[in-house]
């Protein structure tokens, strides 16, 4: 009986690492001297992370600093949206940075078609916002996650259960 391997390609983050790259966001600000006086605050909320301080240009050095914080930690450029800078009462900017987290239905028929065109012994299946790819032999499975690895897709792409 031969028996078949498989792994899922997932879209997630790691959340605690999230938190500690915003409270380090958090401590950089308020020990920073061009910082120190612009009441920024960064708050992480379940889907998103809003930044509200006094100017664009601050604005945009706290989203620098948020990308290498979370560049530090491992975490993804990908998973980050970075919506438009509003204003806010009182002369302060507010930006909703949304949370990519799963695999979208047009990218997971992107990714499984790739996987079927490239691949003749591999099967795609999409499973809500995963895609579980099956094969006879690991070595398969290996080539199929260093050929999706070298895809630019707009998502950030983990694999998992390997088994």
């Known amino acids: 009986m031969a028996s078949t391997y498989s792994f899922d390609i997932v879209s997630d983050f790691d959340r605690q690492e999230l938190v500690n790259a915003v409270d380090q966001v958090l401590r950089e600000v308020k020990s920073r001297y061009d910082l120190k006086d612009t009441q920024t605050s960064v708050e992480l909320g379940e889907e998103t992370i809003t930044i509200a301080t006094d100017s664009e240009f601050t604005l945009d050095t706290v989203n620098n600093i948020l990308r290498e914080k979370a560049a530090k930690r491992n975490l993804s450029q990908k998973i980050f949206d970075f919506g438009k800078a ?10 909703e940075v949304k949370l990519k987290k799963g695999i979208s239905q047009d990218i997971a028929k992107q990714i499984s078609k790739l996987i079927r065109d490239e691949f003749k012994k591999v099967q795609a299946s999409i499973q809500g916002d995963a895609v579980r790819v099956s094969a006879k032999a690991k070595d398969d499975l290996q080539t199929v996650i260093q050929r999706l690895k070298q895809e630019d897709f707009p998502v950030a792409l983990q694999f998992t259960n390997y088994r």
């Open 86 to 95: 509003e204003s806010a009462s009182g002369n302060r900017v507010r930006q």
